[in-house]
């Protein structure tokens, strides 16, 4: 069940597409696909490499966004803007065993349009920890909510 590399950090703002900009234009990330989750999102790219994640934040989030990530924070400034930290990984089953051995409670969900199954869970200090499986792994484990059947 090992850790392979940080994948992404997802940051909440008011002002998506300024947001978006400043790393565009500062820092020369370049926008690139990203999946269809019923809320906004913009993912922002280094080379080939999704490694930052953007989505509206705030105290009025859509239901969609607020019933697939959850919502720890309202914050759109500070540190409190960054929603969660997402590792990619193997072996889901060990994972999720492992998981339940420490009394960690988790969430699990399907980005059908991207091959990843999820896992969400919370870190002893609220932090929001996304881990990304393969679907390759999936035979037999259900996830609580795809994004596509997101309204």
Do not use: C
Not at 43 to 53: A, F, P, S
Not at 111 to 116: E, P, R, T
């Amino acid at each position: 069940m090992p850790l392979h590399h940080l994948e992404h950090f997802l940051i909440q703002t008011a002002d998506l597409e300024g947001t978006r900009d400043w790393y565009v234009n500062t820092l020369g990330m370049r926008v690139g696909p990203s999946p269809d989750f019923k809320f906004p999102v913009v993912w922002l790219y280094i080379g080939d490499t999704d490694v930052l994640h953007l989505t509206v934040g705030g105290k009025n989030v859509s239901e969609n966004r607020k019933a697939y990530l959850g919502q720890q924070s309202d914050a759109i400034h500070g540190s409190g803007v960054v929603d969660h930290v997402a590792f990619r990984a193997t072996g889901l089953r060990e994972m999720m065993a492992n998981l339940q051995k420490h009394g960690v409670k988790f969430h699990k969900r399907m980005v059908n349009d991207q091959g990843l199954f999820q896992l969400f869970m919370l870190d002893p200090n609220g932090v929001k920890v996304e881990l990304n499986f393969s679907n390759d792994e999936v035979q037999g484990v259900e996830p609580e909510l795809m994004a596509a059947a997101l309204p």
